[in-house]
């Protein structure tokens, strides 16, 4: 099982990114598809979900309207768009894979991490 994280960078605030997560050796679309992020000296924190079976998403409060995922899953990918970027949303960004439906996003409930793209914004 492999997740592997691209499109980190640095911006300027209220500039854009898009990430990109491509995954292999496993059934993608079994999976719930996470986003999370960690910043230094801070706890990882879960950014944003997609679901397997409807695609039903969901987002932390302080990204809501700002950063938006979805998933192809013909090509095993999932995606945050990042929008309107504040310097607060600096962090490692890290995508991660849940097998069944998305409830929550404790990291616990994660079996597969990709390794992260970093993201820095300036002010």
């Known amino acids: 099982v492999q997740l592997v994280e691209s499109g980190g960078g640095s911006v300027q605030t209220g500039g854009s990114l898009r990430l990109s997560c491509v995954a292999s050796g496993y059934k993608f679309s079994s999976y719930c598809m996470g986003w999370f992020r960690q910043a230094p000296g801070k706890e990882r924190e879960g950014v944003a979900g997609i679901d397997r079976r409807d695609g039903s998403t969901s987002y932390r409060d302080s990204v809501k309207g700002r950063f938006a995922i979805s998933k192809d899953n013909g090509v095993n990918t999932v995606y945050l768009q990042m929008n309107n970027q504040k310097p607060e949303d600096t962090a490692m960004y890290y995508c991660?894979?849940?097998?069944?439906?998305?409830?929550?996003?404790?990291?616990?409930?994660?079996?597969?991490w990709g390794q992260g793209t970093q993201v820095t914004v300036s002010s």
């Open positions: 991660a894979a849940r097998f069944g439906r998305c409830y929550g996003m404790t990291l616990t409930d994660y079996a597969y």
